[in-house]
């Protein structure tokens, strides 16, 4: 697939991918398509267009991430 925003949409292998437009988008899956053909879930695992996967990666909110004081 090739983005044709300007300026063009990340590609799947850079670092910042998921920053490329939603295709298509299927909450009540779980699930959203990428222009750069990345394939995201709503548990933040991956797709990628080569048919690699990226697990999940969550971390805190950040709303709960609190300083000590």
Known sequence: ????????????????????????????????????????FEDTGELLPDCSVIEPHRGPAPHVLVKAA
């Open 1 to 40: 697939m090739l983005c044709q925003h300007q300026p063009s949409c990340p590609s799947a292998a850079d670092s910042d991918h998921e920053a490329a437009r939603i295709l298509a988008s299927h909450p009540e899956q779980g699930w959203s398509l990428l222009c750069n053909g990345v394939i995201v």
